[in-house]
């Protein structure tokens, strides 16, 4: 089983989610989240963590930029009647850290604005995952005093953050991304200074030069 793919991008296509990596002479067809094709560049190298999912004859292949957000898919896909089309749609429509937040604070009505996600299967998301929170944790942790429903430390500037760069046209699995690693690595001391940092990584991504990979 791949685990990852490490190379160029030679083509994306918007209308299909899919982005081509060339790697070692091979092109790997890959679907990934809306986000994550949003910040591939042609010509640009990058590194897809990969899930491999086989069906019948055919096998496809899913591509995340981060290890935990590849966990996540595939905790999603553990829940019934929820194949990894509709777990890509709520990865692109949310982004791992909300969408952790939604299914903890049982938010059918924020998780349902996914594409093709209805009523019933938001109730069965939170259903099936909300009492399993601590599967979650590492995603969109709640504190450690307070019980999972209440706000989050940090959460208002989040918020804040999350509405300015909505209001400034970026989409909103990016949007979740780029915020996720700055309140990680606890870069945020005010508004201010998130927002430049926000608007600094999401506009320098992609930004490296091609350079041929390989697959581990």
């Given at each position: 089983m791949l685990g990852f793919v490490e190379g160029t991008i030679v083509s994306r296509n918007e209308e299909t989610?899919?982005?081509?990596?060339?790697?070692g002479?091979?092109?790997?067809?890959?679907?990934?989240?809306?986000?994550?094709?949003?910040?591939?560049?042609?010509?640009?190298?990058?590194?897809?963590?990969?899930h491999t999912h086989v069906r019948e004859d055919v096998l496809h292949l899913y591509g995340f930029t981060s290890e935990n957000e590849r966990g996540f898919f595939r905790i999603?896909?553990?829940v019934s009647g929820l194949g990894p089309k509709t777990a890509l749609a709520l990865l692109s429509e949310h982004g791992a850290a909300r969408l952790a937040a939604l299914i903890r604070d049982?938010?059918?009505?924020g998780i349902s604005k996914a594409s093709g996600v209805g009523k019933k299967l938001a109730a069965r998301l939170v259903l099936?995952?909300?009492?399993?929170?601590?599967?979650?944790?590492?995603?969109?942790?709640?504190?450690?005093?307070?019980?999972?429903?209440?706000?989050?430390?940090?959460r208002g500037m989040y918020e804040d953050l999350h509405s300015a760069l909505e209001h400034l046209g970026y989409n909103t699995g990016q949007i979740d991304r780029?915020?996720?690693?700055?309140?990680?690595?606890?870069?945020v001391g005010n508004f201010e200074t998130?927002?430049?940092q926000a608007l600094a990584e999401i506009s320098g991504r992609g930004a490296r030069g091609a350079e041929e990979g390989v697959v581990k």
């Amino acid at each position: 089983m791949l685990g990852f793919v490490e190379g160029t991008i030679v083509s994306r296509n918007e209308e299909t989610g899919a982005c081509t990596v060339a790697c070692g002479g091979v092109g790997y067809e890959i679907s990934v989240p809306a986000s994550v094709l949003l910040t591939l560049a042609l010509d640009s190298s990058t590194r897809l963590w990969l899930h491999t999912h086989v069906r019948e004859d055919v096998l496809h292949l899913y591509g995340f930029t981060s290890e935990n957000e590849r966990g996540f898919f595939r905790i999603l896909l553990g829940v019934s009647g929820l194949g990894p089309k509709t777990a890509l749609a709520l990865l692109s429509e949310h982004g791992a850290a909300r969408l952790a937040a939604l299914i903890r604070d049982k938010n059918t009505v924020g998780i349902s604005k996914a594409s093709g996600v209805g009523k019933k299967l938001a109730a069965r998301l939170v259903l099936e995952l909300g009492a399993k929170a601590e599967r979650l944790a590492w995603l969109s942790p709640a504190p450690a005093s307070q019980p999972a429903s209440a706000p989050h430390p940090g959460r208002g500037m989040y918020e804040d953050l999350h509405s300015a760069l909505e209001h400034l046209g970026y989409n909103t699995g990016q949007i979740d991304r780029t915020l996720e690693r700055l309140f990680d690595s606890g870069s945020v001391g005010n508004f201010e200074t998130g927002l430049r940092q926000a608007l600094a990584e999401i506009s320098g991504r992609g930004a490296r030069g091609a350079e041929e990979g390989v697959v581990k």
